[in-house]
């Protein structure tokens, strides 16, 4: 009976000093700040982000991230300022828009991701000529009034003495994402088309990318991660843990192939096989559309003015250090 007791307590004893190592484990998967981030499309053209998911990078910094698509800047910056989203993924215009229209708690930009515009015209035939002026009296299928790219695409045509009111029709009555399909369909002479839309519309046969409107547009910052000044001034370690590892996924696309780039994504677009992902990373690695680095440069935020302007979109000019902070990605290329 006393070498069952002993054996027992033995047992007991041997638990207890192992339990300590197993909670220590659950307490690292649990001890995960859980960040949900909404972003504005799920897209190739975002490929460092999806390499940070792939590889781990958000794990090594601590969080749990919760991605959502909103299928539109409005909606992405409705989920942030709702609280829905602590961290939001579009074009830094939202962040101005939200900002004039008197918000106290306004977003912050922390980091930018793409430099330049993500989407092509898309011509019926091959074009190996084309000029921009072959745009006058054609039907062009665009974007949404207000948002980048349909900026973007005025921002061009105005660069190149195109009236973008008088000179052609610009057909915004479709939404995102459907145009490829309404122009396989017959629906206007092109249209302006993120990918795969574009990619597919050759595949298919259905149209020929004639010219970039990132290598047109020069460098812009299309794309940027934001959040409440409030979540910023409270999670501080939240925010730099969510642009430490975005750093690593640009550190990783500014060090590999397309090839190995598009191999660590594929997961993330289980719909495309990993030819086309390879073709379109190529063709985004190509003309220098990611950033070495995240931070967002006050010649940046001006030039995005500039665009606003152009548009008709802007009345007032925010203050550059109201609506972007770079503590974050600056400490995120040191380490």
């Not at 990078?57 to 299928?71: A, N, Q, R, S, T």
């Not at 300022?81 to 106290?104: L, P, Q, R």
Request: charged residues 25%; hydrophobic residues 40%; glycine residues 8%.
């Amino acid at each position: 009976m006393k070498k069952r007791i002993f054996a027992v307590m033995l047992s007991l004893s041997m638990l207890a000093v192992l339990l300590p190592g197993c909670v220590s484990k659950n307490q690292m998967k649990t001890s995960l700040e859980k960040v949900t981030l909404n972003e504005v499309a799920h897209s190739i053209f975002y490929a460092p982000m999806y390499v940070a998911v792939e590889e781990g990078y958000f794990e090594e910094e601590g969080i749990d991230l919760h991605l959502v698509c909103g299928f539109g800047a409005d909606k992405v910056m409705t989920a942030v300022v709702s609280g829905e989203a602590e961290i939001g993924f579009m074009g830094s215009e939202s962040s101005i828009y939200t900002y004039n229209e008197g918000a106290n708690d306004y977003v912050v930009n922390f980091a930018q991701l793409t430099q330049r515009a993500g989407n092509f015209l898309v011509a019926r035939r091959e074009m190996k000529d084309f000029k921009w002026e072959d745009l006058k009296d054609a039907t062009v299928l665009g974007g949404r009034k207000g948002g980048m790219p349909q900026m973007v695409f005025e921002y061009i045509l105005k660069q190149n003495g195109i009236d973008p009111k008088k000179d052609l029709e610009i057909n915004q009555n479709i939404d995102f994402g459907s145009t490829a399909a309404a122009f396989a369909e017959g629906v206007g002479d092109y249209t302006v088309e993120f990918e795969p839309g574009a990619t597919m519309l050759e595949a298919e046969g259905k149209g020929t990318v004639v010219t970039s409107l990132g290598k047109e547009s020069g460098f812009v910052p299309y794309t940027a991660f934001s959040a409440k000044k409030s979540y910023i001034k409270k999670h501080p370690e939240v925010i730099q843990g969510m642009t430490n590892a975005l750093q690593k996924g640009m550190d990783y696309v500014q060090n590999h192939t397309p090839e190995e780039i598009a191999k660590v994504i594929e997961p993330q677009f289980p719909e495309t096989d990993l030819a086309t992902i390879t073709a379109i990373v190529t063709r985004y690695y190509e003309q220098d559309t990611w950033k070495a680095d995240l931070i967002f440069e006050k010649e940046s935020f001006n030039l995005l003015c500039d665009i606003l302007e152009e548009a008709g979109e802007l009345t007032k000019r925010p203050q550059y250090e109201k609506l972007v902070t770079t503590e974050f990605a600056e400490t995120a290329v040191k380490e």
